[in-house]
């Protein structure tokens, strides 16, 4: 008889958005976005322990701003999101009722909403009792190597790992496509966070098709001292553009970007990177523009702000180049510290454990 797991471990990457064009505020204050998505190989952890009772741990770059160790954690979202679409309620593995939940569900806000107002606090059990969606007792230890509320989308990863490892651990057995779509109702990044590669995002951001992409990419990460809010990133967008009574266009994909893509164009890549989140970010933390500035005059093919901010992505010719960014811009003072990474990466994968002594 196998035995059973004593935790899982998986691994999600940070992604960069190589476009983001944002359109008009909806009725569900979200915006239709033409999100084009590129894993990168920052990675957060995720490890799943069966535990009397909820409990998330952090560990790893805590810097950027505090990781809430209640349900407003993402991965406790996703905790409870999983155990609800699949009747989980601890002890042994259920049959998979997913696919009639996550499309009853589809098409409603996300469920962290609902999860959130179920509790507060650090040391609030999440779904606590008669809710409907309580979280089974398992302790998510989060190893943080994606900068907090860096505009890297480091809380989805952290709910695309809890999906895959809970899943793993609880014996739900959910195909990754039924995980991709309860993985939505949870936050807009989160799809992608599973999925990995490169692919346009359209809707929220969430309705993903993969892009075709040639080669291989090095990126320098500038990273900042504290992280921003992405709601506010986006308030601030719609600010703007109302002050200067701009007519938003409904977004569409960038055609060079596309082209340099498929091609493994860089040159041609590092001009096309576009975000329309970027104004807002650079007008709620000038000092980006700056940091944006050094790169760009010190050999990167293109730079953007990543996503909502704050973190700064430089497209660069080769590992070499990265390097030689990476000292540079941190010897200009213009970040709080610099990561290098490549992409496209893979989507959110267990991790398989090394053997340890013991096991001879
Ligand atoms: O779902 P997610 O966590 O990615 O969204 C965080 C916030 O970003 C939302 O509450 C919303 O303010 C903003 N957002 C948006 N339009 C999108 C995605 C996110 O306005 N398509």
């Not at 894993?39 to 535990?51: K, M, S, W």
């Not at 770059?61 to 989980?88: E, F, H, K, M, R």
């Not at 980006?288 to 500035?293: A, D, H, N, V």
Request: proline letters at 6%.
């Amino acid at each position: 008889m196998p035995v059973a797991a004593s935790s899982i471990t998986v691994r999600a990457p940070a992604k960069v958005n190589l476009q983001l064009a944002v359109g008009p505020l909806r009725a569900d204050g979200y915006h239709d976005l033409i999100n084009v998505f590129h894993a990168v190989g920052l990675y957060d952890e995720v490890t799943a322990t069966p535990a009397e009772r909820f409990k998330i741990t952090v560990s790893g770059d805590l810097a950027g701003g505090a990781v809430p160790s209640d349900q407003t954690n993402l991965a406790a979202v996703a905790a409870i999101v999983l155990a609800a679409a699949t009747g989980y309620r601890g002890g042994h593995a259920h049959r998979p009722r997913v696919s009639s939940a996550a499309r009853a569900a589809s098409g409603r806000r996300p469920v962290r909403d609902s999860a959130r107002r179920t509790g507060s606090g650090q040391d609030q059990e999440p779904g606590g009792g008669s809710h409907p969606g309580a979280a089974p007792g398992v302790h998510l230890h989060l190893r943080k190597g994606i900068p907090i509320a860096g505009g890297m989308a480091g809380g989805s990863a952290d709910a695309a790992a809890t999906l895959v490892a809970c899943n793993e651990l609880w014996g739900t057995n959910l195909s990754r496509n039924d995980l991709v779509e309860i993985a939505a109702e949870i936050g807009a990044d989160v799809p992608f966070a599973l999925v990995g590669g490169a692919a346009v995002g359209i809707g929220r951001g969430d309705q993903l098709t993969p892009a075709l992409v040639r080669g291989t990419y090095h990126w320098v990460f500038a990273l900042a001292d504290e992280g921003m809010s992405t709601p506010a990133v986006y308030a601030e967008c719609d600010r703007i553009r109302e002050r200067d009574a701009v007519a938003v266009a409904v977004p569409q994909t960038a055609e060079d970007l596309m082209i340099a893509l498929r091609n493994g164009d860089l040159a041609a890549l590092g001009k096309a990177l576009t975000n329309d989140l970027e104004p807002a970010a650079l007008a709620l933390r000038p000092q980006l523009r700056l940091t944006l500035q050094t790169g760009l005059e010190h050999g990167a093919l293109g730079g953007i702000v990543s996503g909502s901010g704050p973190t700064c992505a430089f497209l660069v010719a080769d590992a070499e180049h990265a390097l030689d960014l990476a000292v540079t811009l941190s010897a200009a003072g213009v970040c709080r510290t610099v990561r290098r990474a490549i992409g496209p990466v893979q989507g959110a994968r267990i991790v398989v454990p090394e053997p340890s002594i013991s096991d001879h």
